[in-house]
């Protein structure tokens, strides 16, 4: 069964930081951009960091350039988020997802169940 578990989410106060990790299992996704979303309660899903699958080129959103940094290891078939500097507008259910890239979820066709980060002011 291919799939994607995020790990790493939890509460930190404002300023703080967290990491996150999403593994892949079912398939290699070295082929695949893998791309971090995040969805606030009341909230539409949006971008927040991605990294293609070839050249390791990453992107971000404005609202956390600087501050977060997206990895990947091909041999493990894992990502990871590293949040830094974090503020209660953060606060979100975040999710990894494997596509074809960009910044829209319509490119990314498979899905983790998200995990929770909340920040605290």
């Keep these: 069964q291919v799939q994607l578990t995020e790990s790493g989410g939890g509460l930190?106060?404002?300023?703080?930081?967290?990491?996150?990790?999403?593994?892949?299992?079912?398939?290699?996704f070295s082929s695949v951009t893998m791309g971090w979303f995040r969805q606030a309660?009341?909230?539409?899903?949006?971008?927040?960091?991605?990294?293609?699958?070839?050249?390791?080129?990453?992107?971000?959103s404005a609202s956390v350039k600087g501050r977060f940094t997206?990895?990947?290891?091909?041999i493990k078939n894992t990502a990871a988020l590293q949040m830094n500097s974090l503020k209660p507008e953060d606060t979100a259910v975040?999710?990894?997802?494997?596509?074809?890239g960009g910044t829209s979820r319509s490119f990314y066709?498979?899905?983790?169940?998200?995990?929770?980060v909340t920040v605290s002011s």
Excluded: H, M
Aim: proline share 2%.
């Design 109 to 116: 066709d498979l899905w983790g169940q998200g995990t929770l």
């Design 70 to 74: 997206i990895s990947r290891d091909n």
């Design 41 to 60: 309660p009341g909230k539409e899903r949006e971008f927040v960091a991605a990294i293609s699958r070839s050249t390791g080129f990453a992107y971000y």
């Design 12 to 28: 930190v106060q404002a300023g703080g930081s967290l990491r996150l990790s999403c593994a892949a299992s079912g398939r290699t």
């Design 94 to 100: 975040y999710y990894c997802a494997a596509g074809a």
